[in-house]
């Protein structure tokens, strides 16, 4: 099975800061990755597919990086929104699909 | 509206069963592969099982193979999971979820998940 490595597992941040968030594949995945937010209590919520594709609806503050088994979210600007916990996972296989273990965005 | 709503969840006790469901609608049900992902409690996600659009192919995880089946009713919008032999791990609130697009003939799984149901809680526990 494919392992997905994201880092750091906490990130504090403060509104108007840029961040980044990277997912690690154990293997090449090409570009067959996505990024979904999840806030508290909620169900995730998909913001990026194909590594770069901005799912419609979803702030273009939001973008989305890499390809192989580096990728990288970046959150132009934080607002206060934006707090959650994060996810990528990749889907390059017919199953397993694996996610990462989490980010979790705090306010600093 | 597409949507995804979930229920069967409950509390069991090891070794039992549960059948959860998961209605669809608002997009052509048969369509996309669909597949069930769980969150066990203040842990991350975990992907459980995904069936192709005709329902004619299913991939399980590891932790699963073997306990859980998934099977869907293409006549109805409906996405189903097996759940046999059930253990305190297994404890998690569970997600349907829809894939994005479709690529193939059948509709295998290969996309992100778009959209996702509310969840519906199973707890495994004596």
């Known amino acids: 099975d494919i392992q997905m490595t994201q880092f750091p597992s906490t990130l504090s941040a403060s509104v108007g800061d840029r961040v980044t968030i990277t997912c690690r594949a154990s293997?090449?995945?090409?570009?067959?990755l996505a990024w979904y937010q999840q806030k508290p209590g909620k169900v995730p919520k998909l913001l990026i597919y194909?590594?770069?594709s901005l799912q419609g609806g979803v702030p273009s503050r939001f973008s989305g990086s890499g390809s192989g088994t580096e990728f990288t979210l970046t959150i132009s600007s934080l607002q206060p929104d934006d707090f959650a916990t994060y996810y990528c996972?990749?889907?390059?296989?017919?199953?397993?699909?694996?996610f990462g273990q989490g980010t979790t965005l705090e306010i600093k | 509206e597409v949507q995804l709503l979930e229920s069967g969840g409950g509390l069991v006790q090891p070794g039992g069963s549960l059948r959860l469901s998961c209605a669809a609608s608002?997009?052509?049900?048969?369509?996309?592969?669909m597949s069930w992902v769980r969150q066990a409690p203040g842990k991350g996600l975990e992907w459980v099982s995904a069936?192709?659009?005709?329902?004619?192919?299913?991939y399980y995880a590891d932790s699963v193979k073997g306990r859980f089946s998934i099977s869907r009713d293409n006549s109805n919008n409906m996405l189903y999971l097996q759940m046999n032999g059930l253990r305190a791990e297994d404890t998690a609130v569970y997600y349907c979820?829809?894939?994005?697009?479709?690529?193939?003939?059948?509709?295998?799984?290969?996309?992100?998940?778009?959209?996702w149901g509310q969840g519906t809680v199973v707890t495994v526990s004596s």
């Open positions: 194909k590594a770069s």
């Open positions: 293997q090449s995945i090409s570009r067959w």
């Open positions: 979820a829809k894939e994005r697009y479709c690529s193939t003939v059948d509709c295998l799984p290969d996309d992100a998940f778009d959209v």
């Open positions: 608002g997009f052509s049900f048969s369509r996309y592969a």
């Open positions: 069936s192709s659009g005709s329902g004619g192919s299913a």
């Open positions: 996972q990749q889907y390059s296989t017919y199953t397993p699909y694996t």
